[in-house]
């Protein structure tokens, strides 16, 4: 009778327990609602950096999403590691990567490449693929470098959205072409100025005082006086005009 | 669980500790809890040690050998961990900093933190019953009967012969009895 009283007291555990020791093991992620450059957006993490990135505005699609994709755990915490969120910010804040650890894990070699190159291009400026796949000493890897950016699981903070159409149009997005649009206009860029480019096929420019060209939105390129910018279609053209390309921003094989 | 059954589960956890663990956190979590409820004071402090139980067995089973992992009894070995956290938690109350702070307010499902510190009076007298037994007895009665861990498993767990495990468990339920009658 009283060994039927004690099994009785057996009872299910807190629905909490499982998560944090998921969570202190580094089996599950955790992640929160953070504030980003176009509204709220979903940070996750684990003791190897950030792991995603996500504009989405459900939670519970959040997860969903995160699940499907790293095949693990995803829960809600109240707050980051403090030296993780001090990155975060700071990231944030100077729209680079800086110091910000990224959980690499899971991603191809290329990828990181990819994703590594990326992160130094710097706020306010694009590139576009054909300048990574080149930087990466992968020059013909162009759509490869395309489907690498479209996986990227850390949007914003490896600023994928600063990698445009050869064309110079701004191309794909994740969230669609308005929200690359929104996102590139926070950080300073005049997409209204770089959809005119575009259209009228202009690729390079240069200045006529110091004779070099660069990626459009370069900064030395930007420096230049409207009077003393010069427009070029390719490479070909600005070299035949006697340029040479820019050793910022190494405009070369732009095709 | 049967032998073979835990036997699996040892297998599992040597060739991939991190793909098994989940699956021996979701398994055993509501033994150790129950277990660990009746031997501390506050449902909190329960929660608190079952939690750093998994997570000190995580980090050893990470430094263990494959052999060292198949030959141990894991309720047993688990448990030894969960006495330990137990005995000291008589000495520190205080709630032990975790790196990451889960969201508990997004956690509803379940037992929530509002039932948990909601303790029935059922719960109270049972405390203050089991509390009254020595130590011995006491975890001998719980893990035998709300855990259901084996006369061997429960050697194992405390360290004490197995004789003297069911000497344990009989004085403690015989003791039980008089104070309920």
Redesign the interface.
């Known amino acids: 009778m ?2 039927k009283q ?2 009785d ?17 580094g ?2 992620d ?1 992640y ?1 609602r953070h504030p980003g450059p176009t509204g709220d957006m979903f940070v996750s993490f684990n003791p190897r950096g950030i792991s995603s990135v996500s504009l989405e505005s459900d ?1 519970q699609q959040f997860e969903d999403q995160f699940e499907v994709q790293f095949r693990r ?1 995803v ?5 980051l ?1 403090t030296r993780l969120a001090r990155a975060l910010d700071k990231a944030l804040a100077t729209r680079r990567l800086g110091t910000l650890p990224i959980d690499w894990d899971g991603m191809t070699e290329f990828q990181q490449a990819v994703l590594r190159k990326t992160a130094e291009i710097l706020p306010g400026e694009v590139r576009p693929y054909s300048w990574i796949a080149k930087e990466i000493g992968n020059p013909k890897a162009v759509r490869a470098v395309g489907t690498a950016l479209a996986r990227n699981p850390v949007p914003i903070v490896v600023p994928c959205h600063r990698v445009v159409r050869n064309d110079g149009q701004l191309g794909n997005y994740y969230y669609g072409t308005e929200v690359k649009r929104a996102v590139l206009e926070a950080e300073g860029m005049n997409v209204d100025t770089l959809q005119d480019l575009a259209d009228r096929g202009i690729k390079l420019t240069g200045s006529d005082t110091t004779h070099i060209f660069c990626n459009p939105t370069c900064r030395d390129a930007r420096r230049t006086t409207e009077r003393h910018t010069v427009e070029f279609r390719n490479e070909t053209e600005a070299r035949q005009a006697g340029y040479r390309p820019c050793r910022h921003c190494r405009p070369a094989a732009v095709a | 669980m049967t032998l073979d059954t835990v036997g699996r589960v040892n297998s599992r956890i040597a060739r991939d500790l ?1 793909a098994a ?2 699956d021996l ?2 398994d055993m ?6 277990g660990v ?2 031997m501390v004071p506050s ?1 909190a402090d329960a ?1 608190d040690i ?2 750093e139980t ?2 000190r067995a ?2 050893a089973l990470s430094e263990y050998s494959r052999e060292r992992i198949h030959d141990l009894n894991l309720p047993g070995w688990i448990w030894t961990i969960a006495l330990n956290l137990c005995r000291n938690a008589a000495r520190t109350r205080s709630r032990r900093p ?7 307010d ?2 509803s ?5 509002e039932a ?1 510190a909601m303790e029935s009076d059922e719960n109270r007298r ?1 405390r203050q019953l089991l509390y009254q037994l020595p130590a011995a007895q006491r975890s001998a ?2 893990l035998r ?4 861990l084996s006369y061997r498993e429960i050697a194992e767990a405390t360290g004490r012969p197995e004789g003297t495990v069911k000497a344990d468990v009989h004085r403690g ?1 015989t003791r ?2 008089e104070a ?1 009658t």
């Not at chain 2, 975790?98 to 508990?104: F, P, Q, S, Y």
Request: charged letters at 20%; proline letters at 10%.
């Open positions: 009283i060994d004690l099994e007291l057996a009872t299910e555990a807190p629905s909490t327990i499982a998560p944090q020791v998921l969570l202190e093991t089996l599950a955790g929160l939670a755990p829960f809600p915490v109240k707050q590691p | 991190d663990f989940p956190v979701r979590q509501n033994g150790i809890y129950s409820l009746r449902p929660e079952t939690q998994f997570i995580y980090r975790r790196t990451v702070e889960l969201d508990r997004a956690f499902g379940g037992k929530g933190p948990m049972w009665v719980v009967h709300v855990v259901g339920i039980l009895q309920l």
